[in-house]
């Protein structure tokens, strides 16, 4: 019997679910883009996204996903030949660092597997070590969307600090802007990367590339920034067309004023983070009962390096039961998606070998605790319904998390 009519649900970590007051919002015609309503929503923006990554510094819009984010960063402050750390704790730091790579930029990858944040010590090492020509950039993801590790930022900028490095400190934020705490002044963050679908609840095709002061004397060092990622004409414009580049991504743009109306002017980004936070201790509460005497287990073991917008579940990848070649997190994918219309995430990142042993819940943007709950109890009758053996009381450890939520209610 499928129990899959009413309304599909992504549980994805991005694109994430768009609110319908943000789909609404892009049901009307072209507007003139020369004059009028549009301009004025366009510049509106720019404060809430600065709010959201709590920075005075500046943020350039690109019509791109997130990896066009990272090429656009690459291109303002780096140039062929210069030499770079990136910090890989999943899989986004080695692509960012594979996509550095084809711009011609000399890569170093420290990795730190599946499972741990990076390890401050290990980079203090690397860059005491350090001799010219000296790296001039520092990358580091903060939430990896595949191993579901969350690092903490500070105590980068600490080692760099410490070791009176100059390098650049850029940071890739596509999956934690708007879902964890990011104070990118304050951090002393150079250069932050963000994308629309995430965090930010609009359909993917905007990114955005934050710098402050430091990154901007980096790029007035670079020579050939292409014309189109050039982040000079976008923060400075003469004409309006030049804040995208072209032609402004009109319906985008009504839809991204939406969901900062709803994040920044409605729920405020502290209580965002808070949100998430709780909604995130819920899947962890369920995944804990899950685990009890069986392979299930979380894919990040220390609570405190675990990201708030997404969870990566680890599962046998035992093929011998013959279930047509597919592992466990497949079946449990397969049948939440086919039974009850709720899609997970796939296991990323992890070795050919492993790649089955992994699925992901995304717990990112527009989310509520009927949300969640439902997506953990159709995890639930999965488990049960495909015989995988699991501990009981899932259902009631994640809604026990979301009622102590109570006890802060009204305190902030
Ligand atoms: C999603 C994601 C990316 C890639 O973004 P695209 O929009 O798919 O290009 C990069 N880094 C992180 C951390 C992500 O979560």
């Given at each position: 019997m ?11 970590p991005?694109?994430?679910?768009i ?9 009307r ?8 309503e549009?301009?004025d929503?366009?510049e509106?923006i720019?404060?809430?996204?600065k ?12 019509i791109?996903?997130g990896?066009?984010?990272w090429?656009?960063g690459i ?12 910090l890989?704790t999943?899989?986004f730091?080695?692509?960012?660092a594979?996509?550095?790579r ?9 990795d730190?597997?599946m ?9 203090r ?6 001799t010219s ?7 580091a993801?903060q ?21 009176g490095h100059?390098?650049?400190l ?16 304050a951090?002393?963050v ?19 590339v934050?710098?402050?002061?430091r990154a ?8 050939g ?5 050039d ?19 009109t ?14 002017h ?14 995130a ?15 299930i ?6 609570p ?9 579940i680890r599962t046998?990848?035992?093929?011998s039961g ?5 592992t466990?997190a497949?079946?449990?994918r ?13 296991g ?24 969640i709950l ?6 639930d ?5 495909l ?9 009631e450890a994640?809604s ?13």
């Amino acid at each position: 019997m499928l129990l899959n009519r009413g309304r599909n649900s992504v549980a994805i970590p991005g694109p994430s679910i768009i609110p319908d007051r943000v789909l609404a919002a892009m049901q009307r015609p072209s507007p003139n883009i020369y004059d009028g309503e549009l301009i004025d929503i366009a510049e509106s923006i720019f404060p809430d996204l600065k709010s959201v990554a709590r920075t005075d510094g500046n943020v350039a819009i690109y019509i791109a996903n997130g990896h066009g984010s990272w090429e656009a960063g690459i291109s303002n402050v780096l140039s062929p030949g210069d030499r770079v750390i990136a910090l890989n704790t999943g899989f986004f730091g080695s692509r960012w660092a594979f996509m550095a790579r084809t711009m011609g930029i000399d890569v170093e990858v420290l990795d730190f597997g599946m499972d741990e944040c990076f390890d401050p010590g290990v980079l203090r090492n690397r860059l005491g070590a350090d001799t010219s020509p000296y790296v001039k950039a520092v990358f580091a993801v903060q939430t990896d969307t595949a191993s579901s590790v969350r690092n903490d930022i500070p105590e980068l900028r600490a080692v760099l600090d410490d070791v009176g490095h100059e390098s650049l400190l850029m940071v890739d934020c596509i999956a934690s802007l708007g879902c964890e705490p990011h104070e990118m002044d304050a951090w002393g963050v150079d250069v932050m990367n963000a994308a629309c679908q995430k965090g930010l609840m609009t359909p993917a095709g905007m990114s955005f590339v934050y710098f402050n002061d430091r990154a901007k004397e980096a790029r007035a060092r670079v020579s050939g920034v292409s014309g189109y990622w050039d982040w000079v004409p976008r923060t400075e414009p003469e004409h309006f067309y030049q804040l995208f580049g072209g032609t402004a991504p009109t319906h985008h743009i009504f839809a991204l004023r939406e969901a900062l109306d709803i994040l920044v002017h409605e729920e405020g980004v502290a209580n965002a983070w808070a949100r998430h936070e709780r909604l995130a201790g819920a899947v962890w509460a369920a995944i804990d009962r899950w685990a009890d005497g069986s392979a299930i287990r979380p894919g990040v073991s220390d609570p405190s390096h675990r990201s708030h917008a997404v969870t990566t579940i680890r599962t046998t990848n035992d093929l011998s039961g013959g279930h047509d070649g597919d592992t466990d997190a497949d079946r449990i994918r397969q049948w939440c998606e086919s039974r009850s219309g709720v899609t997970l995430g796939i296991g990323l990142g992890f070795p050919d070998h492993l790649s089955g042993s992994a699925f992901r819940i995304g717990h990112m943007g527009h989310l509520n605790p009927p949300m969640i709950l439902g997506t953990l109890g159709c995890v639930d009758s999965a488990l049960t319904a495909l015989g995988i053996p699991h501990g009981d009381g899932a259902l009631e450890a994640a809604s026990r998390v979301i009622s102590e939520a109570d006890a802060t209610f009204g305190l902030e």
